[in-house]
């Protein structure tokens, strides 16, 4: 599986939003979050600014339970086929790539750069969380980014650096492990 090439942008993906949002979000990203060992498997009660970052990034994300609503807003570039592992799934990849185009590149809590799909037996698609993207550059090939208080994981095939986040279905390997056991791809 290659994705496919594309810049990234600060233009917002979900809109505007009331500037006490971004601020909320500013002084979360300023918490002390240690990372978690285990794929936050257990994110334990020092990791407060990390449960109030999901719980707003579930808020932001929440009109995307529909896959119809994610196309109607962009989010209608397939960038991958579902994808599935030993250890389980991820789904499909789906960008918005009208807000991907154009640079400079900057994580944001409130801008993930994937919406993670997961494929169901009626022919559905099941919004199962995000994922945050970061290009392997040469200046940040030996410090990877932190993202909810994780390393981004390196992607060697990609070129990337990628953040799974599950926060629409319950992932028993932990919110941040890249691969789902509950989540399949069909049979092809």
């Known amino acids: 599986m290659k994705l496919l090439n594309f810049r990234y942008t600060q233009d917002l993906i979900f809109g505007a939003a009331p500037v006490a ?3 909320f979000a ?18 334990r009660g020092e990791n407060t600014a990390v449960r109030a970052q999901l719980a707003l990034l579930e808020k932001v994300t929440a009109p995307f ?9 962009g989010w209608n570039a397939t960038i991958s086929d579902c994808v599935e592992s030993p250890a389980g799934g991820m789904g499909y990849h789906v960008a918005n790539m009208a807000a991907l185009d154009g640079a400079p590149f900057e994580l944001s809590l409130l801008r993930p750069e994937v919406l993670l799909y997961a494929p169901m037996a009626d022919g559905s698609m099941e919004f199962v969380g995000v994922e945050y993207i970061v290009p392997w550059t040469p200046d940040n090939a030996s410090t990877p980014p932190v993202m909810l208080g994780q390393e981004l994981q390196y992607n060697e095939e990609q070129e990337i650096w990628a953040l799974h986040v599950w926060i629409e279905k319950h992932n028993p390997a932990g919110i941040f492990a890249p691969f789902n056991p509950e989540v399949s791809c069909p049979l092809q």
């Open 26 to 43: 500013a002084v979360l990203f300023t918490a002390n979050a240690s990372a978690n060992s285990g794929y936050g498997k257990e994110l």
């Open 21 to 23: 949002v971004y601020l």
């Open 65 to 73: 339970a529909s896959y119809e609503v994610a196309q109607a807003a």
